[in-house]
């Protein structure tokens, strides 16, 4: 769901990069409950990426709102925005910093589309094909939402470019040194997106998927219902494939990690039904 934006975000990225410092290793949030504590390598700042997604979320508004496709169903967007907002309340758990994000909820229509994103700083678009297509209560919903804000809270899109520019700097240095021609560059990076940048967006998956559990337990919504929100994708086909050439982890693996993580977030979810 992260890749649909990185060449319009990549695109965005080229006046910034002239002003790159220094590569540094940080810890873009908590650990919560669920332990994620990955060191993450990033080239470019938090405020860099925020100002690049907050452009390319506005252009696609835009673009949604002249096709007449942007919040077109009340009754769906309202409930979209009720999950989220309850969601979006837990989010300092990760951020303390989340609670002055310029939050954004917007749905789709598209009715054929099984997808939805969270981009750094909080804009959230959610398609009504998702909801419809896969009939989602909102328990369903909450684990989408949720996975799709950890993303934004480990800031998964400033890492994501931040290797990619890193590889592309290091390739064409490479190439120039070793004389390679364009189609012999072309099949190193093949091989480096192989080896490098698809075992890192699956362990991205994974966080994602593990906080996303955190808050929606925290929400008040039922952490089983991430795993049945898998079981439907795989019934449309999605999430099944071949996990080694997959930028995401397969259905029946993810479900592995999200039943692991179940007994750290079952007590957070009955505390917050007593609330």
């Known amino acids: 769901m992260q890749r649909r934006w990185k060449t319009l975000i990549l695109s965005l990225t080229l006046p910034a990069v002239l002003g790159l410092g220094a590569c540094a290793d940080v810890s873009t949030t908590q650990t919560g409950a669920v332990g994620v ?7 470019l700042s938090s405020d860099q990426v925020e100002e690049i997604s907050a452009k ?22 309202a409930r979209v925005r009720r999950v989220s907002d309850r969601l979006i309340r837990q989010a ?7 609670a002055r994000w310029k939050w954004e909820v917007n749905v789709a229509n598209a009715p054929n589309e099984l997808n939805a994103y969270a981009m750094a700083g909080g804009k959230i678009m959610v398609y009504s094909g998702l909801m419809t ?5 909102d328990d369903e919903l909450a684990a989408v939402i ?8 480990r800031e998964h899109s400033r890492e994501s470019m931040s290797q990619e520019y890193a590889q592309q700097m290091g390739l064409s240095v490479v190439g120039a040194l070793a004389g390679l021609n364009e189609s012999q560059l072309n099949l190193a990076a093949m091989a480096t997106d192989v080896a490098l940048s698809k075992p890192h967006s699956r362990t991205m998956e994974n966080e994602a998927d593990t906080m996303g559990l955190e808050l929606m337990a925290r929400a008040g919504y039922n952490p089983q219902a991430a795993i049945s929100v898998w079981n439907k994708m795989m019934a ?5 494939g071949i996990e080694f ?15 692991r993580h179940l007994p750290q977030v079952m007590p957070l979810y009955e505390a917050a039904r007593k609330r």
């Open 37 to 43: 504590n990955r060191k993450q390598r990033m080239l």
């Open 56 to 77: 390319a979320y506005q252009q696609e508004e835009t673009k949604l709102r002249g096709a007449g496709k942007l919040n077109t169903d009340p009754a769906l967007t």
């Open 92 to 98: 300092t758990v990760f951020r303390p910093d989340a």
């Open 133 to 137: 297509k896969l009939n989602l209560s």
């Open 146 to 153: 949720g996975h799709e804000m950890a993303h934004a809270l």
């Open 236 to 240: 449309q086909g999605q999430g099944g």
């Open 245 to 259: 050439l997959s930028t995401h982890p397969s259905g029946p693996s993810r479900i592995d990690n999200l039943r």
